[in-house]
């Protein structure tokens, strides 16, 4: 079965960066789209970016463009999210998730557990 665990989140100052991480183990990683969901406080889940199982395609919404930046270590199995020039609204359980295409995500799709974003001054 597979596993999926976030980790690198943290309080940040608006304006720093920080890199998420996502271990996957259980399935065959290089084959499998992944994506980055993140859910603030009294919201839903809000999709901030998918990858093919290459690492080639990549899909932001419209909204996520420009500070976010989603990639992949085969080799090590790991997902990651960059988020630069943070902003106190980027505070969220961010997850990580497995399954579809790139560009298409349901929740439905396998989560971890998450890792906490919280941007502050």
């Known amino acids: 079965e597979g596993q999926l665990v976030e980790s690198g989140g943290g309080v940040v100052q608006p304006g720093e960066s920080l890199t998420l991480s996502c271990a996957a183990s259980g399935f065959i990683f290089s084959n499998t789209a992944m994506h980055w969901v993140r859910q603030a406080p009294g919201k839903g889940l809000e999709r901030v970016a998918g990858?093919?199982?290459?690492?080639?395609?990549?899909y932001y919404p419209d909204s996520m463009r420009g500070r976010f930046t989603i990639s992949r270590d085969n080799a090590k199995n790991t997902l990651y999210l960059q988020i630069t020039s943070a902003k106190p609204e980027d505070t969220a359980m961010y997850y990580c998730?497995?399954?579809?295409?790139?560009?298409?995500?349901?929740?439905?799709?396998?989560r971890g557990q998450g890792t906490q974003v919280t941007v502050t001054a």
């Open positions: 990858i093919d199982g290459r690492g080639v395609n990549i």
């Open positions: 998730a497995a399954g579809g295409i790139f560009s298409y995500y349901r929740e439905s799709f396998d």
